[in-house]
């Protein structure tokens, strides 16, 4: 039986429902995995300002789980436009930006109105959740603040808007109702759990910046219950993500209310990793006899 994966967010149209996160692919990655395969791909998150990231030591490892503090390492806009985008857009595959902002909102809308500009390019991701920032409050951490953030963008792009939140928080589809309310196409969730490991031999923290951010296997529990609480407040898709390392968690969150998923840590454990998801995937669809995986979004029996 031929099955339809395809499914769409905001005016992205993906062949399959699988993308890659941000940050945890590169180039290196297409010695193991055609990107032409993959739904979408999302770009290590830039900045306005090229940014050196947090200092050493900032990933360890973590009972089922990665714990990282990189800090948004990047080139900046310039140097990405010139150097990254370019190569990016010739992969045959759907590219997904994904934009920042470290002191003030107002680089998000000059990111926003400079990619804008890019005709080839057709969703960004506002990452307003990145746990491993010196801040005191992300902006994902307050619904006021995410409406407000995500109106402007909305008035400045008309690019389909993908808005990134934070887990962190005591109640996560109250902000992605605010996503939803100020124009946002999607919402992806869940960007990685504060959380800290210690090193009882120097009896100092294993990360530089003492917290960081946890994803891999151990967050898994916490995003299903995330998408689950979303998807009863909002319409827009929601794109899961947390812990998903094979074809049987991607489908747990598609049953949830997922319409697509994103691959994150996986792909340091096993780089062939999301191929493996989009042909378990299409294999469960067979098996239970869906003809197009839009009939098993948000289809969780309670």
């Known amino acids: 039986m031929r099955v339809n994966l395809s499914v769409k967010i905001g005016k ?5 429902p699988v993308i890659l996160c941000s940050g945890t692919f590169s180039e290196e990655l297409k010695y193991f995995l055609d990107f032409k ?9 830039i900045t306005l300002k090229p940014n050196l990231g947090n200092p050493p030591p900032r990933t360890c490892e973590t009972p089922s789980g990665l714990l990282n503090s990189i800090g948004l390492e990047n080139p900046g806009l310039d140097l990405f436009l010139k150097r990254d985008l370019v190569k990016f857009l010739k992969w045959g595959v759907p590219i997904i930006v994904s934009i920042t902002s470290i002191d003030e909102p107002e680089e998000l809308f000059i990111l926003a ?12 991701e506002v990452n307003l959740s990145c746990p491993n920032l010196r801040i005191k409050k992300l902006i994902s951490q307050d619904k006021d603040a995410t409406y407000n953030v995500v109106k402007k963008l909305r008035k400045i792009s008309s690019q389909t808007l ?7 928080v005591t109640d996560i589809s109250e902000i992605a109702l605010a996503a939803e309310k100020a124009g946002a196409d999607s919402v992806s969730l869940i960007n990685t759990v504060s959380a800290m490991a210690v090193d009882i031999q120097t009896r100092k923290p294993m990360l530089s910046t003492v917290t960081g951010g946890l994803s891999g296997p151990a967050i898994k529990p916490i995003a299903l219950r ?15 993500m947390g812990g998903i390392m094979d074809a049987k968690d991607a489908i747990e969150f598609i049953l949830c209310g997922a319409t697509a998923v994103g691959i994150g840590t996986a792909n340091f454990v096993n780089p062939k990793a999301s191929l493996e998801i989009i042909e378990g995937i299409k294999g469960y669809l067979e098996a239970n006899r869906f003809k197009d995986i839009k009939e098993l979004i948000g289809t969780l029996k309670v």
């Open 12 to 16: 992205l149209n993906l062949k399959n």
């Open 37 to 45: 395969k993959i739904g979408a791909l999302v770009t290590k998150t």
């Open 113 to 124: 109105k400079e990619l804008a500009k890019i005709k080839e390019l057709k969703t960004i």
């Open 162 to 168: 993908i808005v990134k939140l934070s887990p962190n």
């Open 226 to 240: 995330a998408v689950w609480q979303v998807y009863q407040r909002v319409k827009i898709p929601i794109i899961g």
